[in-house]
Structure formats: C-alpha cells, structure tokens
C-alpha cells in the first residue's frame, strides 16, 4: 500500500496566497522528502527533513514534520504562477534494506491563478 | 556535474509489441538506479531498482523486465507489450549519502500501447 498521502488531491488559489499540502505515512521513516513535477517532466527534488527535525526552511518553501501523527506539510507561501505543479511526499522507510528505495503519494494538483 | 537522459521522450506501440526504453546516467559513477510508471493523475510506482551491474530487484510483477548492462546504464523491456503498460516511465538515479536518499529524475518516457 501506498507510505505516503498528499491531502488535498488539488488546490488552486490566487496568486499572492499561501499554499498548504499536507502528506500522511504509516510506518516510521529516516526521512521525508518533497518533490515537484511540472507537467509531462521528471520529477525535482524541493527539500528533505529527517526524522528528527521538526521544521525546516528553504526559500518559500516551509516543511514541518510530526512524527507522532506520521504527516507532514508543504507551505508555499506568496506563491506564484510558475508553481503551478503536482506536489509529491515521499518517504524512506526505517528498516534494513529498504534505505535504497523511497515510496511517493499521489501528489496534490497546485494551480496558481494569476 | 550529473545528468541522466531517457529516450525515446514519446512512443506508440500496438499491443503485443516489444519495448525498449534507455536511461543513462552522466558524471558519477556506481549509481543507484530506477525505473518508475507514473498513471496518468497519479502517483509514482517503482517497478525496479538497481544498486550495481547485473543487481536488478523487482517491486511489483508484470511483463516487464530491467536489465543494467554497464554502470550508468537501466534498460527498462519488454517482450510484448499490454494496454495496461501505458504511462510514462521515469528513470531515475540516486546515491546514498549514508543517511538519506535524494533521487534524480530523468525526463520521462510517455507511452501509449493501441
């Protein structure tokens, strides 16, 4: 079954507002990761927070960990058009073996209306 | 610094047909690598990964194979191909830094079996 699961499934705000997208798990991890996919590309890595962080900062991005309820969240804040993106979690599970492989959600659909 | 290519970026094959996609990997050396299906509006599915030269682990059984005959190069085939093998396939690299697992995603290959 699928670790990781963005919630919402899509979200469109104005330019200028914040966005916020929450990703769920459900076993323990080492850590959690953010990825971005423009449409029909690869996919980009944003940031990375480990499993001991709780908070963590890179530009306008904004990733909070809580390992007790097993989620994380995304904030963009001021956003603009050009995040226009899916948004997808993705985690590394903590056991023997398994660091080699990270496990992705389903992404939430962003659209930033100008 | 690393680049990883994919090819073809678009391709159509009827059922039954074979497949070949390639996925190289530029400026390091002894990578991790991955192939992943990605339905459309959804999320990523790894189907293989592989940590050396002839090291291949299956994710999930199908009439798919991977092979990885030099270092930086994943070969992603089949013998006849399924409806159901449409997506696009994304390759993608890693190298573990002893406590994390960042990957890095090639173009895509977008597929459509008719």
């Known amino acids: 079954s699928q670790q990781g699961e963005e919630d919402p499934q899509a979200l469109s705000i104005q330019e200028g507002e914040n966005a916020t997208m929450n990703c769920s798990y459900k076993?323990?991890?080492?850590?959690l990761q953010w990825y971005r996919q423009n449409s029909g590309r690869g996919l980009v890595h944003l940031i990375l927070i480990r499993s001991n962080e709780r908070e963590k900062h890179s530009g306008r991005l904004r990733v909070t960990l809580d390992t007790s309820k097993k989620s994380s969240s995304l904030l963009i804040t001021a956003s603009r058009a050009a995040d226009t993106a899916s948004y997808f979690c993705?985690?590394?599970?903590?056991?023997?073996?398994?660091?080699?492989?990270?496990?992705f959600g389903k992404g939430t659909l962003l659209t930033v209306n100008p | 610094s690393q680049t990883i290519h994919q090819w073809p970026a678009t391709l159509v094959q009827p059922v039954g047909s074979p497949l070949s996609l390639e996925c190289t990997v530029e400026?390091?050396?002894?990578?991790?690598l991955y192939w992943y299906r990605q339905a459309a509006g959804r999320g990523l599915q790894l189907l293989f990964y592989?940590?050396?030269?002839?090291?291949i682990s299956s994710e999930v059984p199908q009439n798919l194979s991977a092979s990885r005959p030099q270092d930086r190069q994943f070969i992603l085939s089949s013998k006849k191909l399924l409806l159901s093998d449409s997506g696009f396939y994304l390759c993608?690299?890693?190298?573990?830094?002893?406590?994390?697992?960042?990957?890095?995603f090639g173009p895509g290959t977008r597929l459509t079996v008719l």
């Open positions: 592989s940590v050396g030269i002839g090291q």
């Open positions: 076993t323990s991890i080492n850590n």
């Open positions: 400026g390091t050396s002894n990578p991790n």
């Open positions: 993705a985690t590394d599970a903590n056991y023997q073996g398994s660091n080699y492989k990270l496990t």
């Open positions: 993608a690299w890693s190298r573990w830094e002893g406590s994390y697992n960042e990957q890095f």
